[in-house]
């Protein structure tokens, strides 16, 4: 029975892996797209291989997942909690790339891991939560904001006497790298995220002792979070990259590197597991708020934010639903 439940949570993680990467495909790549710093498909070829190079650089978030947020549970039901852990985050990522939300898969899957041990009474590191989930997740999107705005400020100072026009054509080629390094960061976060995961279905069904990550579970993961990556999340995409404000090359720029410097500090430094999305999202805000605040589409951005803030909960609300369910089916 344990070998099976095993099967099955890995083949659900790394479907949950393919739904993340074409959700948070636009991450990685919306300003360089809207930008046309690069072409939609050469933009996703790039992330796709980032995102696989990025997966294989670290394994703190990845402990932290593992270890960090809830008691490993034993056995079966360990592993019907991780199965509706799975579906919520599943459930919450197709609803939200439905509706071009750039909601954040990681906080869909805490919510999920928080949602189905609380149905499964399983003990919950709130502790954990809050340091590497909870705070982050007001944190960051301030701290995205504040630096995308200076970045631009800075940008803006450096290159004031600069023809325009020269100046754009140089940022649209240096968007390039900006995007990798963006994408880059996405694959040493969010790959890591399932590899905990599937690390802690090894250890329940006994198939593994210890937090060591095998190469295999590296390379699934992260092989299937390129393909959801090359797969495109279009919809989010028109989001990121037109809805909250019309972006030049230079704010392109600066949101990316920005975006990126984050995401490698949070992930090396503090091992804290922090949202692509909301790294981003308020990155690209921050730059925007750089020609006039009315500029940043403030009505787009609160439904943003009210998406954010309903993704653990919501998440959570379905895996509860999916475990009980699950629970009076196998028994």
Known sequence: MELTGLIIVIGV?????????????????????????LTPRAALAMAAVMNLAGAFLGEGV?????????????????????????VGAIFWNLLTWYFGLPSSSSHALFGGLVGA???????VYWSGVIDKVVIPMFLSPVVGLVAGYLVM???????????????????????????????????????QKTMGIVVMALVISGHQQGDGIPVWVKLACAITLSLGTYAGGWRIMRTLGRKIIELDPPQGFAAETTAASILYTTAYVFKAPISTTHIITSAIMGVGATKRVKAVRWGVAKNILIGWFTTMPAAGLVAACVYWITHLIVG
């Open 13 to 37: 993680a790394l479907f949950f892996t393919y739904t993340n990467g074409f959700h948070d495909s636009a991450n990685a790549i919306a300003t360089s797209v809207s930008t046309r710093a």
């Open 62 to 86: 990845a402990k932290t997942v593992s270890e960090g947020l809830i008691a490993t549970p034993e056995g079966d039901q360990g592993l019907i909690i991780l199965f509706a852990a799975l």
């Open 117 to 123: 041990a609380l149905a499964g009474s399983s003990t």
């Open 153 to 191: 400020v800075g940008i803006i100072w450096l290159f004031r006497k600069s023809n325009p026009h020269k100046a754009k054509r140089g940022f649209r080629l240096a968007q390039t790298v900006s995007a990798a390094g963006m994408a880059l960061g996405h694959g040493i976060q969010d790959a």
